[in-house]
T-cell receptor, first 118, second 116 residues
Framework: EAGVAQSPRYKIIEKRQSVAFWCNPI?????LYWYQQILGQGPKLLIQ????????DSQLPKDRFSAERLKGVDSTLKIQPAKLEDSAVYLC????????????????FGPGTRLTVL | AQSVTQLDSQVPVFEEAPVELRCNYS??????LFWYVQYPNQGLQLLLK??????LVKGINGFEAEFNKSQTSFHLRKPSVHISDTAEYFC??????????????FGKGTKLSVIP
């Protein structure tokens, strides 16, 4: 079974430029997550999709970050314009199906995109 | 809200020695607990999880963890480490139920360095 795919793996940009990251989840996984992992910290959830709808984007800086999952499969995370503090690894994860109450669905993580903003 | 504290940012240990990575959590409700491993330039991989039942949980690669509700801890242990265990380890917590129950809250991570 293929894992979560992300591209690019590395990206270097200057501040105020725009950047986009792409994620292809595991086939059949309805739920997709984007995390931001700043150096020396654990991952922080930015946004969660179930199919093509947003479940939670409460920690997404909406003035500069946007994300979409138009057909309920692939997803794109965009930053426009980038700031120095956006330098981080952006991780995408997917799980089979999110049910909000007592069930558990393991999240599978991609390798991440390392963004450096100069 | 939940929070996770990993008490050691770095742990060096000699090969074949035992290791314990400490994790404490804070939550006013029941939680699910997880340990993830991250090898250099890779994503996170689930090592083990506690959902309910036995407080001693066994995971992959010979790791185990014990859930201690009274001490709100979920320490990770391995009796004999290998060079290949060198990685960063993250403890995470999720609410057992209710609003926001899907969200994982991670600790800051512990870098395990195994010395030959």
């Amino acid at each position: 079974e293929a894992g979560v795919a992300q591209s690019p793996r590395y990206k270097i940009i200057e501040k105020r430029q725009s950047v986009a990251f792409w994620c292809n989840p595991i086939s059949g996984h309805a739920t997709l997550y984007w995390y931001q992992q700043i150096l020396g910290q654990g991952p922080k959830l930015l946004i969660q999709f179930q199919n093509n709808g947003v479940v939670d984007d409460s920690q997404l800086p909406k003035d500069r970050f946007s994300a979409e999952r138009l057909k309920g499969v692939d997803s794109t995370l965009k930053i426009q314009p980038a700031k120095l503090e956006d330098s981080a690894v952006y991780l995408c994860a997917s799980s089979f199906l999110f049910r909000s109450e007592s069930s558990y669905n393991e999240q599978f993580f991609g390798p991440g995109t390392r963004l450096t903003v100069l | 809200a939940q929070s996770v504290t990993q008490l050691d940012s770095q742990v060096p240990v000699f090969e074949e020695a035992p290791v314990e990575l400490r994790c404490n959590y804070s939550s006013s409700v029941s939680v699910y607990l997880f340990w993830y491993v991250q090898y250099p330039n890779q994503g996170l991989q689930l090592l083990l999880k506690y959902l309910s039942g036995s407080t001693l949980v066994k995971g992959i690669n010979g790791f185990e963890a014990e859930f201690n509700k009274s001490q709100t801890s979920f320490h990770l242990r391995k009796p004999s480490v290998h060079i290949s265990d060198t990685a960063e380890y993250f403890c995470a917590v999720r609410r057992g139920s209710g609003a926001g129950s899907y969200q994982l809250t991670f600790g800051k991570g512990t870098k395990l360095s195994v010395i030959p």
